[in-house]
């Protein structure tokens, strides 16, 4: 992705989402895969760092990761993302 084409939206309010920027609901999602070296480390009862990690290289997109995608689509915001999943 280009830097310059980077768009960030920000909610802004009108009559229809009583002001707020905001109507519906959109997901955040983590899917972890069950891949064989998972199911090793879990049969294993591996620390949460170590699944974390294998998750991550098995392409396990993140909560965070996939509400930040979720902001460059124009979908939300990071307002709200941050309100949601970023302590
Ligand atoms: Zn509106």
Known sequence: MDREEIKLARAKGCAKCN??????????????????????LIKRKEEVDTIRRQAITDGMTTLKQ?????VFQGLTDLKEVRRVCIK
């Open 19 to 40: 002001e707020t920027g905001y109507k519906g609901r959109l997901g955040l999602h983590e899917i972890l895969e069950c891949t064989d070296a998972m199911k090793a």
């Open 66 to 70: 996939d509400g930040i995608l979720k």
